[in-house]
């Protein structure tokens, strides 16, 4: 790479968002400097599932399958608390479809439709039950990127295979074995691992190399123009100049407590996202001058801490719980030993509950909360990382009955028979009349698809050992932040861009506000907005 003090457009964060803005601008003809914090690329993109929503998208259009703006703004205005703002959703409807022939027509993607994924409120206007809007990535070789393939964050944990070959992305097994060691040797990997390989490697093709390690501390401005960051770098201090616009893509903020604290909803006790969305880019556009959107709100998730499988750099890790809660043979109870939820249901809007508060105790109803299990679901189904069959980790609570199990838990022993009983009864006769569990589609994708009707996701907890571990409130990453218009360029507080600055993904508050639409609603809106706010940094005046 050409050595830099000045280029047109600077691109913060390495994520799916940053890079596609990366690549936007310089396709627009802009010279573009990629700079990354961390000393690896990608982000929470690149542990993601990678799996992309966008409506009416390219992969639908090529099979046939009908879709519309119409059909996509219902969907999203049925969901509405307030939270969408016109202008930035229509101009995710509109332009996400051409932000992926964008990124596929220069091979920064490679998508294919997720079979039978649905979206995820299907009694909403123009939702999709079959699935046509959510998209997987094709397997990537690593060995195209060279040295620049360890740079990947969390690499180490290679993902062999696609999420439509797994019960995740709705297949029956795993890919056999020998398949899954073939591509381990070939260094394929599927899922955000794809995504963020491909968007790199087309980033490096054109020249554009990340910039690790560089900590900016400060947003530089020439009169009202945002033109530059000011930081260090290896200890060193550090400046560059952007002609024509500074794009923020730095992920959310849930890994920063006093953000954490002082803007969501409620509480967080373990994200499933990487210790690199620190806020940081919120703080700068806060500095700014930039009016927030969204703040209380993030793309919620029930998860479980897996104690000995901690972050590489020590932080406390925790797994998003999505067939977990759903198979058979499982409940999950509040601190009161009594059930709260339809535990099938999707994982974004039954964030909900966990911030449910008590008024006559001052607290959380359902924190903290339990997942009960027993030796049937042991056998069957995963937990974790921990596949079936495998042994159950020591950290998981257990207890002959279920009354010993409470007093592991120290839960109230009567109250978890009497719950258990009553589940029991009801998963027997087909049916869930407390919650609803295994009435809707989307209750029975993550169930055990070898069972038929509502035996899909409704069973009996009835074989010891029984078994509980803690769910926490968690969460993908934040989804408020600077409020943009439909471009990507970050708004003021009197509603006027500030010149010069962008912003795109988690980073910003999003366009679809805090509606998780289906499978990939995070990284369609961030991979549409990365694109305009890229295009429109490029196409400012210098
Ligand atoms: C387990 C899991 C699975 C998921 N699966 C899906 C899925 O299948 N589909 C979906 O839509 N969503 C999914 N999500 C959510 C999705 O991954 C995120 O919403 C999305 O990746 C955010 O992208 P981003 O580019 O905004 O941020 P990130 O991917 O987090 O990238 C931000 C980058 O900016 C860097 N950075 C931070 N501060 C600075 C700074 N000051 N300067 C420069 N760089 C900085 C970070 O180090 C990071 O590399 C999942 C999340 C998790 C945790």
Redesign the pocket.
């Known amino acids: 790479m050409a050595p830099m003090d000045n280029v047109d457009v600077i691109v ?7 890079m596609t803005a990366a690549l936007a601008a310089h396709e627009s003809g802009a010279s573009v400097a990629l ?4 000393s ?14 966008v409506a009416d998208n390219p992969r639908m259009r090529a099979a046939g399958m009908a879709d519309s703006r119409e059909d996509a703004l219902a969907y999203f205005r049925s969901l509405n608390h307030g939270d969408l703002v016109d202008e930035t959703l229509e101009a995710f409807v509109d332009s996400g479809p051409e932000a992926l022939e964008f990124l596929e027509g220069i091979e920064a993607l490679k998508v294919a439709v997720l079979p039978g994924y649905p979206d995820y409120y299907l009694d909403r206007p123009g939702a999709k039950p079959e699935g046509s809007r959510a998209l997987d990535h094709d397997l990537f070789a690593l060995g195209e990127l060279g040295d620049w393939a360890a740079r990947i ?1 969390a690499i180490e944990e290679p993902k062999p295979l696609m999420l439509r070959e797994t019960p995740l992305g709705g297949a029956t097994e795993m890919p056999p074995m020998e398949v899954l060691g073939q591509r381990m040797a070939a260094r394929q990997c599927g899922f ?1 691992q794809a995504m963020v390989a491909r968007l790199l490697k087309a980033c490096l093709s054109r020249g554009i190399e990340p910039l690790l390690g ?3 501390h400060r947003l530089i401005k020439e009169g009202e123009r945002i033109n530059g960051i000011e930081g260090l770098r290896d200890g060193q201090p550090f400046a560059l100049t952007a002609r024509r616009g500074v794009v923020i ?4 903020f849930e890994w920063d407590e006093d953000l954490r604290q002082t803007f969501l909803r409620g509480p967080v006790t373990a994200p ?2 990487p210790p ?3 806020g ?2 919120l703080s ?1 556009a806060m500095a700014a001058g930039a009016k927030l959107g969204n703040m209380t709100s993030a ?1 919620w998730a029930p998860t479980l801490v897996t104690p000995d499988a901690p972050w590489a750099s020590g932080e406390q890790r925790a ?2 719980i999505l067939i977990e809660r759903t198979v058979p043979h499982s409940i999950m109870v509040n601190r009161s030993a009594k059930r709260f939820c339809n535990e099938a249901a999707n994982y974004s809007a039954l964030g909900g509950v966990f911030h449910q508060f008590d008024p006559a105790n001052y607290d959380y109803l359902n924190l903290p909360a339990y997942l009960i299990f027993d030796a049937q679901y042991a056998a069957r189904y995963p937990l974790g990382t921990r596949q079936p069959g495998q042994p159950i980790p020591d950290w998981v609570m257990r207890g002959d009955t279920i009354e010993a199990l409470a007093e592991q838990i120290g839960l109230d022993a009567a109250t978890l028979a009497e719950t258990v009983a009553r589940f029991n009864a009801h998963a027997e006769a087909g049916h869930d009349p407390d919650f609803g569990r295994g009435t809707s589609a989307y209750d029975h994708f993550y169930g055990d698809r070898s069972r038929q009707g509502t035996a899909v996701t409704l069973g009996a907890i009835r074989e010891a050992p029984f078994y509980a571990v803690q769910i926490h409130s968690g969460l ?2 934040t989804n408020g932040g600077p409020r943009t218009d439909g471009q990507g360029r970050v708004l003021g507080h009197d509603g006027a861009p500030i010149p010069g600055l962008l912003g ?4 910003i508050a999003c366009p679809t506000g805090g509606i998780y639409a289906g ?6 809106p ?1 991979l549409t907005f ?1 694109y305009l706010a890229g295009r429109t940094a490029a196409l400012a005046n210098g």
Do not use: C, D, F, K
Not at 35 to 38: F, P, T, V
Not at 40 to 53: E, F, L, M, P
Not at 249 to 252: F, L, N, P, S
């Open positions: 913060l964060g390495t994520g799916a968002a940053g700079i990354e914090r961390g690896r690329i990608g982000g929470t993109s690149a542990i993601s599932g990678g799996v992309i929503w964050y955000g560089v900590e900016t893509a730095t992920g959310g499933a996202s690199t969305a620190r940081e880019g700068l793309w797994q998003i993908l990453g795109a993904g988690n980073a499978a990939g609603g995070t990284l369609g961030a990365g």
